[in-house]
C-alpha cells in the first residue's frame, strides 16, 4: 500500500492549471514545469491556446520558470500547439515510461528538485512524476475523452483516489 502511495499519489490536486499559486511555486525554489498538454491546458480537441492559457505561460515567464510540453501525442498536435506559445515540447513521450522526463529536465538546465510536473491522468503525468522523484501535481481534466484507454485509466484513478481518501492521505482541500 506504500508503494501505489508513493507512485500513485500527487503532490497536490486542483481543478484547473489556474488555480496554481505560481508565485508560491517560485518562491519555494521552483524553476522548471514539465507539464502535460490534452485535457491538462486545453481540452484534447482544442487546437489552439486559449487567451487564459496565454496569460498563464506569460505569468510563468515573468517569473522566471522554463515550461516544457510533454505529451504522450504526436508531432503535429504538440508542436503546433508548444510553438504557438514558443515553448519546448517533447511529444509521443511515452509516459509514465520513457526518458522524456529526464531529456526536459536536461534541456531547462534543472535539478528535479526545481522541476515540478503537472497533468490530468494519474496513471501516465502522476505515476511518470513520481517515479522520477518530482513534484507532481494533479488537475481535473478540461474535457471528458471518451477513448477506451483514458476510460480505464479513470476507473482506476476514483478507486485510488478513494484509496487515498480512506487512508487519510489526501491534504488538499476538496470541493
Ligand atoms: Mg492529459
Redesign the pocket.
Same mark, same amino acid.
Given at each position: 500500500m506504500g508503494l501505489i502511495k508513493k507512485y500513485f499519489m500527487p503532490n497536490a490536486y486542483v481543478q484547473s492549471i489556474h488555480q496554481i499559486d505560481l508565485a508560491h511555486l517560485s518562491q519555494s525554489g521552483v524553476k522548471g514545469i514539465i507539464t @502535460?498538454? @490534452? +485535457? #491538462?491546458l486545453v481540452g484534447?480537441d482544442e487546437a489552439e491556446p486559449t487567451p487564459e492559457v496565454r496569460e498563464w505561460f506569460q505569468q510563468l515567464q515573468s517569473l522566471g520558470i522554463t515550461v516544457t510540453i510533454v505529451? +504522450?501525442n504526436n508531432e503535429q498536435r504538440v508542436g503546433s500547439f508548444s510553438e504557438s506559445l514558443d515553448v519546448d515540447y517533447i511529444f509521443k513521450a511515452k509516459k509514465p515510461m520513457g526518458k522524456a522526463f529526464k531529456k526536459a529536465i536536461q534541456r531547462m538546465g534543472l535539478q528535479p528538485s526545481e522541476t515540478v510536473v503537472i497533468? %490530468?491522468?494519474m496513471m #501516465? %503525468?502522476v505515476f511518470g512524476g513520481n517515479n522520477r522523484g518530482l513534484y507532481t501535481i494533479m488537475v481535473v481534466?478540461v474535457k471528458q475523452t471518451d477513448g477506451w484507454i483514458t476510460k480505464l485509466n479513470r476507473m482506476i484513478e476514483r478507486r485510488l483516489l478513494n484509496h487515498f481518501r480512506r487512508k487519510g492521505y489526501i491534504k488538499w482541500e476538496e470541493s
Open positions: @502535460d498538454l @490534452d +485535457n #491538462t484534447w505529451s +504522450n497533468g %490530468d491522468q #501516465t %503525468d481534466p
